[in-house]
């Protein structure tokens, strides 16, 4: 029965053939981001523990006695707004741990860096960055210390009398948990849980319309085949015997396809590695599939595609004569709402009853976005029969009313075709919605604000005794480009901001706000732009007047030092002064760095959702595809009959279109509005943030994602004119 199911698979004719390519082309595409979304969870996990050796301070002691201590500092630095590990060692013996990625510790004066740093420090004037880090440069840190081919590290040597002071930890052995597991002190790495939630649903993003479309090529020609196996069940093949034909035809394509998919995954693996899902770019090798990976998706792709042919041909599996008996389907329920308007109802439920913990939010929050999903899926025929009887309803030509009349009576089946889509667009749109409104309200400031052309250094207490005005550097005001330089003292006023400045000298500077009327000294921030950086720091911002005489500011201990700054060379020149000035302590940044840093996240996930829509629309278009192709062989004999009644091919045509743009458009419309209200929801329950309209580009991938798709469609109207002809009418 096998050799015979494989010559009716192989041999069956140039159907046969087609149908075969096409569910083989689907499951490759499905293999294929099955493998990259497992691949890059498991790169994110490598990544992760490439991360675990910065964060030694948390290291326990060793356990081996005769282990040497050395003296251990990490701080992050920047250069144009990208972090620079700065990670600086002392041994306090011969045999002191050594870092992953350097044969040895470096001596005092002598400083590894990796590749990425080395070229940026023979490329950038020395003022600008190499004259931070004292010494010369004896090798290159290895792969097995860099989270990313793309990673800003240098270990510098440095003597115990000159770490010490600078609040270095004493440690005995260098740390080899990943952060993921790391229970505290580990703030260095990925939150690996999270990143495999975002990649989890981006899985299921991509790989739902993928099965849609799996499933759509397996029903190709589905009336066809129904009937030829009818006819063998009325010659004697029993039902298993039915179930083995449809197996082998499944698995054949199935498993030249998932071998096809394993192919296109390790041919584009070098491209996915510079995808940044974790902040960075992947070393090609951390995109790595596991034994239980690979046997997962070779013997389960192929099963799911036996399973899925066996359930779209069940009608056989009755009777012989079932495929005959055709009856329209009962019409979809109102009950399919209630899912939907439950998740609506928990999000806003949760408005100003915020859970306090992080794990009560995750749960609030996704079950009701789940809640919403499912319910845009089961209501998806509802929906379809709604808008179908409208449309049959206002029809004022012949397609207009056949083809509304044609989706009212089986809207489950002009809903599956797209289906697909609620996943993707769904996504995209909370993703968009939500991470658009997050950027305007908490991004990086402006390039030209003060947000980001101010560079500030603050002394706090914990980092010992504020410095005396002539050890401020005179060669600041010196450098080219710095437009004014300023020194804040400290405020004792304990309810007020921690810093203080004359009305006079804010006067002077004119761009960091100004006092209120009458005042004589403004109560700001160290850093003279605070919370200013999330209204994308207003110029005609005022600052709260503080109790203080004007005479008493300059007797108050000195808490920052701002420079502005009018280039990318001037801030980089007085970032690297500031420095070596003030080693102690957080190294200087600007407000806008910080807060670039919050949003970068945030814009990576824009990314991975622009790519689910990216990727599905087309899928979708493809299902629709090979959904309208098979339903035009499918009903080949009554539009053949209707073309020799007179309907022209034009209005036969219009009907198919009809029949698939508008559950197409309806859904796509739908999915969109449920996710930017789901969004607007959960914005406003979390931070208290109104939606804010997506940018323009966001309109212009889903129009150009729907346009690919109708024209996909199109593609398969010219079918009409060579399968309806008279001589299809009289062969059947």
Known sequence: MIRFALRLSVAGGREAAVRLVIIAAAVALGVGMLLTTIAGMNAVGAQNQRYGWLNTAAAPASSDASADPMWWLVREDYYHGTSIGRVEVAALGPDAPVPPGIPHLPGPGKYYVSPALGTLLRTTPAAELGDRYPGHEVGTIGPAALPSPDSLLIVIGRTPAELEPLGATKVTQIMTTSPSDCSHGCYVGINGSGLTLVLSVVAAALLFPVLIFIGTATRLAASRREQRFAAMRLIGATPRQISVISAVESTVAAVAGTAAGFGLFFACRPGLARIPFAGEPFFAADLSLTVINVLAVALGIPLGAVVASVLALRRVQITPLGVSRRVTPKPPRVWRLIPLVAGLAELTWFIGRRPATTNGQITAYLSGFVLILIGLVLAGPWLTMFGARVLAGRASRPATLIAGRRLADNPQAGFRSVSGLIVALFVTSVATGTITTYVANRGAPRTDSVAATSVSKTFWPEDGPAPAADQIPTGLQAIPGVRSVSVLHRNPDPDGWHGLITCAELDRLAVYGSCPAGAQVAAVPGDLIGMRAMDLTNDTYVWEAAGTA??????????????????????????????????????????????????????????????????????????????????????????????????????????VALETVVPLLLVAAVAIGMGFLAAHLFLRAQLGYTLLAPHLSFYLMVAGGLAVSLGIIASTLPLLRRITGPETARNE
Do not use: H, Y
């Not at 970032?575 to 200087?588: D, E, H, Q, V, W």
């Not at 309208?628 to 091919?649: E, H, Q, Y």
């Open 550 to 655: 004007p005479a008493d500011v300059a007797r108050q201990p000195i808490l920052s030092v701002v420079v502005n700054t009018t280039s990318r060379s001037a801030f980089e020149q007085a970032r690297t002064m500031l420095i070596n000035a003030f080693p102690l302590g957080r190294f200087p940044a600007s407000v806008g760095e910080w807060e670039a840093n919050s949003a970068r996240q945030m814009v990576q996930f824009q990314q991975l959702a622009n790519v689910v829509m990216l990727a599905s629309l087309p899928i979708a278009g493809c299902s629709l595809a090979v959904s309208v192709a098979g339903g035009l062989s499918d009903r080949k004999r009554p539009f053949s009959m209707l073309r020799l009644t007179g309907v022209r091919l034009s209005t036969l045509r219009r009907v």
